[in-house]
């Protein structure tokens, strides 16, 4: 490609003839201040901060959005352009309350830092200013109008990058205001860009709200660890308290979602427990952790072969393989990290990228929520629909890319791998309940898409069933998976044949002692009776996690256990890639990782632990399940809703208020015919357990599907399912 | 030179606006004329050399605007700007509402001409009646078989739609009026892209006002050359001249560009109210300078020597104020019509109309400071030429000529709390 010689202040550079005389200056490494323009946002011009003087123009231009020639000469500090800074600082600060004691962005403020560089000290201003009064959005965002510079960079993300989210300029003139026009609570999965985006204290974190000062907190990149995106975070710290979370390495997206940014507060959490616990009668009391792991290594001995381990999906490569090394060491072949009673292990997939979605003429998406389970990937698509890439979902529930897709078919829950078949099959059924003209347009995505997404709903058979199709009709295939580290548990070997036989041989007596890492499996396992019968059973129960679960409760010892800030650690991205968490927060007390707890037990125990390799995992020809769905009433599928669906939801303050109780999504048929409105009480009904839930109205769902939140602390909807997450329940209004 | 009725030659006639009326005139003859007569480029080339310039505000050579379509076969549209917005500025409104034929012919020639198939006439919301006439007018052409589907039958399409805006200024300014008309927010867009290359969405357009394209049919009827031989050296044709404020016959006159001011203001709208005399002027429309009483003697209404007496043509809406006008108050009253309208988009309109509406109510009520006086201009200058679009320099025309000319008044404001006319 070839470039041009642009002259910026006397320092001359080779750019590309496509760069702008920001940009350009970014490369001569010379200062242009900007308000408006965004590295990742289209330029918009709009601040007029960054006006620059160039040769042969008779009007200063604004260097964001002013294309470089060949040849051309720039001066950003002739008094021209100094008078044009000082004048545009000038007016910003006019209505500015200048609050910066009390704002949470002093410190990484563009107004704040702009205005020390290139403003002056006095201004003439001697009017009322106009201020606004604080508009809380719900739990998350606080918007200050009387702060905001009203750059739009919040309102060009909601629309260039997420597209139909609620959140624009309204007004006119100085007038004008930002903000939500329908929503009081505004909470899109991803609000935290917003906050991020804005340039200064106009949207503010509420987690964050009046907690430190940026200058104070020590900034390092890790990994969030709530899904396989597995996206660059900064982890900002302060006397080993983690207090926001940053996204400065646009890895593998420029954005993030709301788990990585207002999910992580459980790490220094009160409630968690930092001491070794041990069982006494009903008691749990704190003991020393060496006479724990004493303990614990001699009880083992007597399980040898007969011990089950359960690792939640989202810890790391390093501990999976210390507890595989632990388990082989003893014989015990039953471990596995599939808590959410998937069928299946993860698939290697075509894609390698992002960018093979993005750049994508079509994609089709498969069963699954795919911006619950995996947000910034949803995000990609939705932009990348906005860019031109048709996109086809078919899911039975899908709260974020459906409505943004370019088509979108809604099977029931029963009907949606058989709808999905028979778009590989490329024919209609009657039996799919489906509408015909809509099976067909997307159809026709499918046919034309080089790339299939399959969500977490898809069993093992119908992944299978997708990636044979898939080989042979020449395109590409990206599996998705629960939890954020599936690939490096597959890797490290720690699969058998899934938790419900693990639980099933518990239950049996086959086994008899249980380790349980990381997961709560009566909020996780669908199926909680089965859990509760084998937690009954189990003789001897080690459980290792951050906080005192239900599960925990029926354990013999309690260790506590890291989080994702508190260790170091290697997870595997959802494209095989390797990714590095970092221990930011230094563990309290008795807290410690999975391998050392278990590097405890083995030297207690003098059990020599194997070295592990890597293991790959076997295909095995699954059957279709034809298990038919019983009972009375609607079908229910039980998802959980995002702001539950981060780690320790429970213990995140402010994410888990923006779903404050739990809901049950209905079809406007079934509500109308239960005489159930928007916001209504409703009792959900189902062998003899009876739960309450909020009545919310989807258009989009077919008469006979409902859809139940699960993931709410003493809510244990589990109850209701036995082994799938789909079932049926009888619902009437409170 | 002074008055000639070209575009107002069919207004007065009863039932002006219906087709037989127009027809029954020669109407779309010219249209006939264009479709089988005669290339587009022929068009395009005729109109160049008519020297007809762009009559919304700008002055631009309407042909040398055309000639920047690319030859390419993506669609094309025309647009044709009825927003009529600023104060002071009726003349638009004459046309739509009394020959809306005429100015149908002259969308559909140009239209063919720079290749476009569809066309859109933007007018204001408050035009309502006028909204009515067109479409009317539009349905009639329609069922006559002169636009629409093989127009004439000659085998070329055109489709005229009409759109009503919701009421703001600034989507008179061509860019925010496409955003308006694509069901965006009325902001006026960065260029370039120029909207000849990426206009309407995203498509090669072309913007004209009402008056401009009216004036067509006439270019097509009698040829370039002819139409160039009215007005003066860089000034070609008819205008229409708004007339308002204190003269005797405030009303709409469509003069040969070149007439002496001082005869539009004595001869034809009939002089100054009895026992006053003439304060200022402002030319060309709320955003033009603003001349003194004796500014304008000898000055031509043509583009180049309003320009040469420091205003502008404009869209040739000429306010008249007289020796009861309060110049600050006169001031005041145009900064807070710049204040309300400006979209709100870039820093130096948004912050610095509202500034300035600001210190000028202190001064109006007699809590001003003579330091006031600078910083209003030295915001000017901040505001000038920084902006996104051209209505924050437009807010300035009135406020720096204010100040410059009449800063007496201005410090009489200032030092004695009251206003030397009584305003
Ligand atoms: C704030 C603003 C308001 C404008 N309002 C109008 C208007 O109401 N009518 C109009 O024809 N042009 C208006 N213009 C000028 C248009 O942007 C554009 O230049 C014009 O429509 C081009 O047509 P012309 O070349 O035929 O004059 C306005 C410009 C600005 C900056
Ligand atoms: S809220 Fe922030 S990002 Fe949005 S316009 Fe205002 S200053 Fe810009
Ligand atoms: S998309 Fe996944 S990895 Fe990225 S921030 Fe959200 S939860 Fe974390
Ligand atoms: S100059 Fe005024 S009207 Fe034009 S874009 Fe800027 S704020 Fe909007
Ligand atoms: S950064 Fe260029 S105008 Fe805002």
């Given at each position: 490609?070839?470039?041009v010689?642009v002259?910026?202040?006397?320092?001359t550079?080779?750019?590309?003839p496509?760069?702008?005389?920001?940009?350009a200056?970014?490369?001569?490494g010379?200062d242009i201040?900007?308000f408006?323009?965004?590295?990742?946002?289209?330029?918009?011009?709009?601040c007029r901060?960054?006006?620059?003087?160039?040769e042969g123009?008779?009007?200063?231009?604004?260097?964001?959005?002013?294309q470089?020639r060949?040849?051309?000469?720039v001066?950003?500090?002739s008094?021209?352009?100094?008078?044009?800074?000082?004048?545009?600082?000038?007016?910003?600060?006019l209505?500015?309350?200048l609050?910066?004691?009390?704002?949470?962005?002093?410190g990484e403020?563009?107004?704040?830092d702009?205005?020390f560089?290139?403003g002056?000290?006095?201004?003439?201003f001697?009017e009322?200013?106009e201020?606004?009064?604080t508009?809380?959005?719900?739990p998350?965002?606080?918007?200050?109008?009387?702060?905001?510079?009203?750059?739009?960079?919040?309102?060009?993300?909601?629309?260039?990058v997420?597209?139909?989210?609620d959140?624009n300029?309204?007004?006119?003139?100085?007038?004008?205001?930002?903000?939500?026009?329908?929503?009081?609570?505004v909470?899109?999965?991803?609000t935290?860009n917003?906050?991020?985006?804005?340039p200064?204290?106009?949207?503010?974190?509420?987690?964050?709200?009046?907690?430190?000062?940026?200058?104070?907190?020590?900034?390092?990149?890790?990994?969030?660890?709530n899904?396989?995106?597995?996206c660059?975070?900064?982890?900002g710290v302060?006397?080993?308290?983690l207090?926001?979370v940053?996204?400065?390495?646009?890895h593998?997206t420029?954005?993030?979602?709301?788990?990585a940014?207002?999910?992580f507060?459980y790490?220094?959490?009160?409630?968690r427990?930092?001491?070794?616990?041990k069982?006494?009668g009903?008691?749990?009391?704190?003991?020393?952790?060496s006479d724990?792991?004493?303990e614990?290594?001699?009880?083992l001995s007597?399980?040898?072969?007969?011990?089950?381990f359960v690792v939640?999906?989202?810890?790391s490569?390093e501990d999976?393989?210390?507890?595989?090394?632990?388990?082989?060491?003893?014989?015990?072949?039953?471990c596995?990290?599939?808590?959410y009673?998937e069928?299946?292990?993860?698939?290697?997939?075509?894609?390698?990228?992002?960018?093979?979605?993005e750049?994508?003429r079509?994609?089709a998406?498969?069963?699954?929520?795919?911006?619950?389970?995996?947000p910034?990937?949803?995000?990609?698509m939705a932009k990348?629909?906005?860019a031109?890439?048709?996109?086809?979902?078919v899911?039975?529930f899908?709260?974020?890319l459906?409505?943004?897709?370019?088509?979108y078919?809604?099977?029931?829950?029963?009907?949606?791998?058989?709808?999905?078949e028979?778009?590989?099959?490329?024919?209609?059924?009657?039996?799919l309940?489906?509408d015909?003209?809509e099976?067909?347009?997307?159809?026709e995505?499918?046919?034309e898409?080089e790339?299939?997404v399959?969500?977490?709903?898809?069993?093992?058979?119908?992944r299978?069933r997708?990636k044979?199709?898939?080989?042979?009709?020449?395109k590409k295939?990206?599996f998705?998976n629960?939890?954020?580290?599936?690939?490096g548990?597959c890797?490290?070997g720690l699969f058998?044949e899934?938790?419900g036989?693990?639980?099933e041989k518990?239950?049996?007596g086959?086994?008899?002692?249980l380790f349980?890492?990381?997961?709560?499996?009566?909020n996780?396992?669908?199926?909680?009776?089965l859990v509760?019968?084998a937690?009954?059973?189990?003789?001897?129960?080690?459980?290792?996690?951050?906080f005192f679960?239900?599960t925990?409760?029926y354990?013999?010892?309690?260790?506590?256990?890291?989080?994702?800030?508190?260790?170091?650690?290697?997870?595997?991205?959802?494209?095989?890639?390797?990714?590095?968490?970092?221990?930011?927060?230094?563990?309290?007390?008795?807290?410690?990782?999975?391998?050392?707890?278990?590097e405890l037990?083995?030297?207690?125990?003098e059990?020599?632990?194997?070295?592990?390799q890597e293991?790959?995992?076997?295909v095995?020809v699954?059957e279709?399940?034809?298990e038919?769905?019983d009972?009375?009433?609607?079908?229910?599928?039980?998802?959980?809703?995002?702001?539950?669906?981060a780690l320790y939801?429970?213990?995140c303050?402010?994410?888990?208020?923006?779903?404050s109780?739990?809901v049950?999504?209905?079809?406007?048929?079934?509500a109308?015919r239960?005489?159930?409105?928007k916001?209504?009480?409703?009792?959900?009904e189902?062998?003899g357990?009876?739960?309450?839930?909020?009545a919310?109205?989807e258009e989009f769902?077919?008469?006979?599907?409902?859809?139940l939140?699960a993931?709410?602390?003493?809510?244990?909807v589990?109850?209701?399912?036995k082994?799938?997450?789909?079932t049926?329940?009888?619902?009437?209004?409170? | 030179?002074?008055?000639m009725?070209l575009?107002l030659?069919?207004?007065d006639?009863?039932?002006?606006?219906?087709?037989?009326?127009f027809?029954?005139?020669?109407?779309?003859?010219?249209?006939?004329?264009?479709?089988?007569?005669?290339?587009?480029?022929?068009i395009?080339?005729?109109?160049?050399?008519?020297?007809l310039?762009?009559?919304?505000?700008a002055g631009?050579p309407?042909?040398?605007?055309?000639?920047?379509?690319?030859k390419?076969?993506?669609?094309?549209y025309?647009?044709?700007?009825?927003?009529e917005?600023e104060?002071?500025?009726?003349?638009?409104?004459?046309?739509?509402e009394k020959d809306p034929h005429?100015?149908?012919?002259?969308i559909?020639?140009?239209?063919?001409a720079?290749g476009?198939h569809?066309?859109?006439?933007?007018?204001?919301?408050?035009?309502e009646?006028g909204a009515?006439?067109?479409?009317?007018?539009?349905?009639?052409a329609?069922?006559?078989?002169?636009?629409?589907?093989n127009?004439?039958?000659?085998?070329?399409?055109?489709?005229?739609?009409v759109?009503r805006?919701?009421?703001a200024?600034v989507?008179g300014?061509?860019t925010a009026?496409l955003?308006?008309l694509?069901?965006?927010?009325g902001?006026?867009?960065?260029?370039?892209?120029?909207p000849?290359?990426?206009?309407?969405?995203?498509h090669?357009?072309i913007?004209?006002?009402?008056?401009?394209?009216?004036?067509?049919?006439?270019?097509?009827d009698?040829?370039?050359?002819?139409y160039a031989?009215?007005?003066?050296?860089k000034?070609k044709?008819?205008?229409?001249?708004s007339?308002?404020?204190?003269?005797?016959?405030?009303?709409?006159?469509e003069?040969v560009?070149?007439?002496?001011?001082?005869?539009?203001?004595?001869?034809?709208?009939g002089?100054?109210?009895?026992g006053?005399k003439l304060?200022a002027v402002?030319?060309?429309?709320s955003?033009?300078p603003?001349?003194?009483?004796e500014e304008?003697?000898?000055?031509?209404?043509d583009?180049e020597s309003?320009?040469?007496?420091?205003?502008m043509?404009?869209?040739g809406?000429?306010?008249?104020?007289?020796?009861?006008?309060?110049i600050?108050?006169?001031?005041?009253?145009?900064?807070?019509?710049?204040?309300?309208?400006?979209?709100?988009?870039?820093?130096?309109?948004?912050?610095?109309?509202?500034w300035?509406?600001?210190?000028?109510t202190?001064?109006?009520?007699?809590?001003g400071?003579m330091?006031?006086?600078?910083v209003?201009?030295?915001?000017?200058e901040?505001?000038?030429?920084?902006c996104?679009?051209?209505?924050g320099?437009?807010?300035?025309?009135p406020?720096?000529s204010?100040?410059?000319?009449?800063?007496?008044?201005?410090?009489?404001?200032?030092k004695?709390g009251?206003c030397?006319?009584?305003g």
């Open positions: 490609m070839s470039t010689k002259t910026i202040d006397g320092i550079v080779e750019v590309s496509a760069a702008t005389v920001l940009e200056a970014k490369v001569a010379v201040p900007y408006c323009y965004h590295p990742h946002l289209k330029p918009a011009g709009l901060m960054c006006l620059v003087e160039i123009m008779p009007k200063l231009a604004p260097a964001c959005v002013t470089v060949d040849g051309m000469v001066y950003t500090k008094d021209k352009v100094r008078k044009a800074q000082e004048g545009v600082i000038e007016f910003q600060l209505h500015h309350p609050d910066c004691p009390i704002c949470d962005q002093a403020c563009a107004l704040q702009i205005t560089r290139y002056k000290a006095t201004s003439r001697i009322e200013k201020l606004y009064p508009k809380f959005y719900g998350l965002i606080v918007h200050e109008q009387s702060r905001c510079i009203l750059c739009k960079r919040c309102v060009r993300f909601s629309t260039e997420m597209g139909g989210a959140w300029v309204y007004w006119r003139a100085a007038h004008s205001i930002i903000g939500a026009y329908e929503k009081d609570v909470a899109n999965y991803f935290a917003l906050v991020e985006v804005c200064v204290g106009a949207i503010t974190s509420r987690l964050y709200r009046y907690k430190t000062r940026i200058w104070k907190l020590e900034f390092s990149e890790s990994v969030c660890p899904c396989e995106l597995a660059s975070v900064d982890l302060r006397e080993n308290r207090y926001k940053k996204h400065n390495n646009p593998p420029p954005w993030m979602c709301d788990k940014y207002f999910a507060d790490v220094n959490h009160s409630e427990i930092v001491w070794t616990l069982r006494e009903d008691k749990m009391v704190s003991v020393s952790s724990a792991v004493s614990i290594a001699s009880r007597e399980y040898r072969g007969k011990i089950g939640d999906a989202s810890v490569f999976a393989l210390k507890v595989r090394a632990l388990a082989e060491a003893l014989e015990c072949r039953d596995d990290y599939r808590v009673g069928d299946y292990l993860p698939l290697e997939g075509s894609v390698k990228s992002l960018s093979d979605i750049s994508a079509a994609v998406v498969f069963c699954g929520d795919v911006g619950i389970s995996h910034v990937l949803a995000l990609s990348a629909k906005m031109g890439t048709k996109v086809a979902v899911s039975s899908d709260t974020y459906g409505e943004r897709a370019t088509e078919i809604v099977p029931l829950p029963s009907k949606e791998a058989d709808c999905v028979a778009l590989l099959d490329g024919s209609y059924r009657d039996d309940g489906v015909k003209s099976f067909e347009r997307v159809l995505i499918v046919k898409a790339v299939f399959v969500g977490t709903r898809a069993d093992a058979y119908l299978n997708i044979g199709f898939a080989e042979g009709a020449g295939v990206l998705l629960t939890g954020s580290n599936a690939l548990m890797r490290a058998s899934g938790v036989n693990i639980l518990v239950k049996a086959e086994l008899k002692a349980v890492f990381n997961a709560d499996l009566f996780t396992y669908p199926n909680r009776e509760k019968e937690l009954e059973s189990v003789e001897f129960m080690v459980v290792s996690d951050v679960t239900d925990a409760s354990a013999d010892f309690f260790l506590p256990a890291t989080t994702f800030a508190e260790a170091d650690g290697t997870v595997f991205d959802l494209f095989g890639n390797e990714r590095k968490r970092k221990r930011v927060v230094v563990p309290t007390e008795d807290v410690k990782d999975i391998s050392a707890w278990i037990i083995a030297d207690a125990g059990i020599s632990l194997p070295d592990v293991k790959e995992p076997s095995a699954v279709k399940k034809a038919p769905l009972g009375k009433g609607l079908e229910a599928l039980v998802v959980f809703p995002f702001y539950r669906s939801s429970n213990w303050s402010k994410f888990s208020e923006v779903s109780s739990p049950v999504h209905l079809s406007l048929e079934d109308s239960l005489g159930v409105s916001g209504d009480k409703v009792v959900v189902s062998s357990l009876k739960f309450e839930f909020e919310a109205l769902l077919p008469e006979g599907a409902c859809v939140e993931g709410f602390d003493r809510f244990p589990t109850a209701l399912l082994g799938s997450w789909l049926k329940v009888e619902i009437k209004k409170a | 030179m002074g008055e009725k575009l030659a069919n207004v006639k009863p039932d002006s606006e219906k087709l037989e009326t027809r029954a005139a020669g109407g779309y003859e010219r249209l006939r004329k264009a479709l089988f007569e005669m290339k587009p480029e022929e395009v080339e005729e109109v160049k050399k008519s020297g310039r762009g009559r919304g505000g631009f309407t042909g040398i605007k055309w000639g920047f379509i690319p390419t076969d993506e669609p094309k025309l647009v044709c700007n009825a927003d917005g104060p002071g500025t009726f003349k638009d409104r004459v046309i739509i005429l100015l149908l012919e002259g559909a020639i140009s239209a063919y720079i476009a569809e066309a859109f006439i933007y007018i204001r919301g408050e035009y009646y009515q006439v067109l479409e009317k007018a539009v349905e009639e329609e069922a006559a078989g002169i636009i629409g589907k127009a004439l039958g000659s085998g070329y399409d055109i489709k005229i739609t759109h805006g919701a009421g200024y989507c300014e061509e009026l955003n308006s694509e069901g965006r927010r902001h006026p867009r960065i260029r370039p892209p120029f000849a290359s990426k206009g309407l969405y995203q090669p357009t913007i004209n006002n009402v008056e401009t394209l009216a004036s067509v049919p006439f270019i097509v009698k040829g370039g050359d002819w031989s009215l007005g003066t050296e000034s044709g008819t205008k229409l001249f007339i308002s404020g204190h003269v005797k016959k405030p009303g709409v006159y003069l560009l070149g007439t002496p001011f001082e005869e539009l203001l004595y001869d034809i709208a002089g100054i109210r009895e006053h304060k402002i030319p060309g429309g955003s033009t603003m001349l003194r009483a304008i003697a000898g000055v031509l209404l583009y309003l320009q040469a007496a420091g205003s043509l404009g869209s809406a000429v306010i008249v104020m007289d020796d009861s006008t309060c600050v108050k006169a001031v005041y009253r145009m900064a807070k019509f710049y204040e309300h309208e400006s979209c709100g988009q870039c820093t130096p309109c948004r912050e610095g109309t509202r300035i509406v600001q210190i000028l202190r001064i109006m009520k007699g809590q400071r330091e006031d006086l600078d209003l201009l030295d915001i000017s901040i505001m000038g030429g920084n996104l679009c051209p209505l320099d437009a807010a300035l025309g406020l720096v204010g100040i410059k000319k009449f800063r007496d008044e201005f410090e009489y404001h200032i004695h009251t030397p006319v009584g």
